[in-house]
């Protein structure tokens, strides 16, 4: 089968490598009907993920048809189609009995396009399918649902729960690429009085508008700290969401928190980032951080089967397999593309 191989920083080919085998009796082989391209891609591109080597198949997001399962699968069976998670998870150990998911101790996680090879391929093994994988609703296209394997669970958990995004809130997200706009669609859900998107690009800042952000600020020309302010009588914002992964978008995420605000880190930092405990020690704040643990994948499953998820507005740009450099260089000039979310497809 042909695959995108990680090479280094800066190094990717897509290139033929042996199709997968089962292992484990809890695998599954899916066949890769559709898959998308992850910010967090990227930041391994960048070599900010050390763990990943030479040699390994990128990818933790794919729609497909199971083509084998190992004899302890009870869940699928090959020809269903499936959304292959970005997380897998043991089921078993301490973290996932407490679903999460993305600290599995049992050889579960963020392991797909990181420690092991990933779905950016024809075929994918994935193990723990059983509480690793989810048939498709019927009746909902294949690509939305590709959208619920990363960005719609990490901007749901990782921003809105863990922001703990109330009616009434004034919610403000730094960040208007995928991840910030899944938390502004997600952060709608709760009724919010008001949804703030921050960013340097105006496309993104028009994307945002669709999502629901209702105010907008590009902060290469504004002070989004003195906007910010203005809307809420000097106080700040109730929640806010870091969705970039830079020093400087975290930074400012802090500043535009209340006294006694909720700010949810999302991004992936591959830089230090400055915590200014001496302004920020009397204020009362709640910083969280996470990686997605996928423990509301049926949730928004449902809500996606009851048309109440637009999943489908995340897609920008289409692309065979053997497109997947090309889908690359769009994807990561997006400032000039407009790409959102890249779906390859068979």
Request: proline share 7%; charged share 30%.
């Given at each position: 089968m042909r695959a995108l191989?990680?090479?280094?920083?800066?190094?990717?080919?897509?290139?033929?490598?042996?199709?997968?085998?089962?292992?484990?009796?809890?695998?599954?082989?899916?066949r890769v009907d559709a898959v998308t391209i992850c910010g967090t891609d990227l930041h391994i591109l960048k070599g900010d993920v050390p763990a990943v080597t030479d040699g390994r198949i990128l990818g933790h997001e794919a729609v497909g048809t199971v083509e084998a399962v190992g004899p302890g699968v009870r869940t699928v069976k090959p020809g269903d189609q499936v959304l292959v998670s970005c997380i897998t998870a043991c089921g078993r150990c301490r973290f996932c009995r407490e679903s999460r998911y993305g600290q599995c101790l049992g050889g579960g996680g963020w392991i797909l396009g990181h420690k092991i090879d990933g779905t950016q391929a024809e075929y994918v093994r994935v193990p723990f399918a059983d509480t690793s994988v989810h048939p498709l609703p019927a009746g909902v296209p294949a690509q939305d649902v590709l959208m619920l394997a990363d960005i719609l669970p990490t901007g749901y958990e990782v921003g809105v729960l863990n922001g703990a995004v109330g009616p009434g809130d004034v919610v403000a997200v730094v960040g208007a690429g995928p991840i910030g706009l899944a938390a502004i669609m997600g952060a709608r859900l709760f009724s919010p009085s008001h949804v703030i998107a921050i960013d340097l690009?105006?496309?993104r800042l028009e994307a945002a508008k669709e999502f629901g952000a209702d105010i907008t600020i590009n902060n290469s020309r504004e002070d989004a700290l003195s906007a910010v302010?203005?809307?809420?009588?000097?106080?700040?914002?109730?929640?806010?969401v870091e969705a970039v992964g830079v020093p400087e978008a975290f930074e400012l995420t802090v500043a535009l928190a209340r006294p006694g605000g909720r700010i949810a880190n999302i991004g992936v930092h591959g830089a230090p980032a400055a915590l200014h405990l001496e302004e920020q020690w009397i204020r009362d704040i709640t910083i969280t951080t996470g990686l997605v643990d996928t423990f509301s994948t049926p949730t928004l499953l449902r809500l996606l089967s009851g048309g109440q998820l637009d999943a489908g507005r995340f897609i920008t740009h289409h692309f065979t397999l053997d497109e997947f450099p090309t889908a690359y260089d769009v994807f990561a000039d997006a400032a000039h593309t407009g790409a959102l979310k890249v779906v390859l497809t068979r």
């Open positions: 191989i990680y090479h280094g920083p800066g190094k990717k080919a897509w290139e033929e490598v042996p199709k997968p085998q089962l292992i484990d009796d809890g695998d599954a082989i899916v690009a105006d496309s302010r203005d809307l809420t009588d000097g106080l700040g914002a109730d929640v806010t």
